[in-house]
């Protein structure tokens, strides 16, 4: 895990009527690198209720974990590829496995917008479109090895162009009830005390990470979403 000291992130959408819209997020740990799928064998071994044929219907899509071989195992050249196709429910139990918990979305963001030289990739020639461009490239079946993508500031791999990732609070920012509850709970955009706009209407690599985690179900799974754990100081 690497150390990451506290520090404050300027967040997608804001409220027009506020003047200073950073976000606060205080020093934590996380994982260098996304979870595995050989990290994951070794847990679903020794949690059986979270194996593929095991997992109830509640927790998980019929997709939780098809692309391996059977319950135990996965293919040799996947071990080292980041675990996909899990669901934000499988994804907390790992990470409370392992006395950690998933990391909130501020302290993911706020990591995830480090480049390779700077705390605020923004500053960086080219640091948008490279997120961009990864975005705009079609799922493939084998994924890489995790550390296939480049050190960030804070030292920590792939948080951009490899996967997606699970965060804690996935879908409480822009609606007034989490899916990982009672589905008929209304979900309308959440505008605070004024109206909500974007600090950076060029930021598109945020907007589509807001709109993609606004789309998920706690049970969702997909073969290019997966986690990595986060630990407090």
């Known amino acids: 895990m690497v150390f990451v000291p506290a520090g404050n992130y300027d967040p997608f959408y804001r409220d027009q009527d506020k003047t200073d819209q950073s976000i606060q997020?205080?020093?934590?740990?996380l994982d260098t690198y996304p979870v595995t799928n050989k990290d994951f064998v070794e847990f679903v071994t020794?949690?059986?209720?979270?194996?593929?044929?095991?997992?109830?219907?509640?927790?998980?899509?019929?997709?939780?974990?098809?692309?391996w071989t059977d319950d135990l195992s996965v293919a040799e050249e996947l071990e080292?590829?980041?675990?996909?196709?899990?669901?934000?429910?499988a994804a907390r139990a790992y990470c409370e496995s392992k006395k950690k918990r998933l990391p909130s979305m501020d302290e993911w963001e706020y990591v995830a917008r480090a480049g390779t030289k700077a705390k605020n990739g923004n500053k960086e020639k080219g640091f948008l479109k490279r997120i961009l461009d990864w975005y705009g490239?079609?799922?493939?079946?084998?994924?890489?090895?995790?550390?296939?993508?480049?050190?960030?500031?804070?030292?920590?791999f792939d948080m951009n162009g490899l996967i997606w990732e699970?965060?804690?609070?996935?879908?409480?920012?822009?609606?007034?009830?989490?899916?990982?509850?009672?589905?008929?709970?209304?979900?309308?955009l959440y505008c605070a005390a004024g109206s909500v706009g974007t600090a950076n209407p060029e930021d598109y690599a945020a907007f589509m990470r807001f709109a993609f985690r606004a789309s998920l179900k706690a049970k969702?799974?997909?073969?290019?979403?997966?986690?990595?754990?986060a630990k407090e100081k």
């Open 25 to 29: 997020v205080g020093s934590f740990y």
């Open 46 to 67: 020794l949690n059986k209720k979270w194996r593929r044929s095991q997992a109830k219907f509640l927790f998980r899509e019929k997709t939780y974990l098809q692309h």
């Open 80 to 89: 080292k590829s980041p675990v996909v196709n899990v669901s934000w429910f």
């Open 137 to 156: 490239k079609p799922s493939v079946e084998k994924l890489p090895p995790v550390g296939s993508t480049y050190k960030n500031y804070f030292g920590i």
């Open 166 to 188: 699970w965060v804690e609070d996935f879908n409480t920012v822009l609606l007034t009830g989490e899916s990982r509850g009672d589905s008929g709970v209304e979900r309308k």
């Open 220 to 229: 969702y799974s997909s073969n290019n979403l997966g986690f990595r754990c």
